[in-house]
């Protein structure tokens, strides 16, 4: 489970890092999109075959950061269109 957790901020950090410009988002959104990445990742990796959800594999890793970038992406929308409508 802390392993988990480790990997969910580490994908989330990377993926912060990846998506250009700056994202108003704390540690705890940097976390959680991680870890919704990396559940994502895993079973995108697991349903190709290549091993266990909660195993860590290079495409598990690959496909999480690039679902954390794009949830990134998506609570940018969100946030954005939260703030014009106030």
């Known amino acids: 489970m802390i392993g988990f957790i480790i990997a969910g901020l580490i994908i989330g950090a990377l993926a912060r890092l990846i998506k250009p410009g700056k994202q108003n988002l704390g540690l705890v959104a940097t976390l959680l999109l991680g870890l919704v990445g990396s559940v994502i990742g895993g079973s995108i990796a697991s349903l190709l ?13 690959i496909v999480s950061v690039i679902a954390a970038v794009l949830l990134i992406g998506v ?12």
């Open 49 to 61: 075959g290549t091993g266990n959800i909660f195993e860590l594999n290079v495409l598990g890793f």
């Open 75 to 86: 609570a940018e929308g969100v946030a954005g269109r939260r703030r014009v409508t106030r």
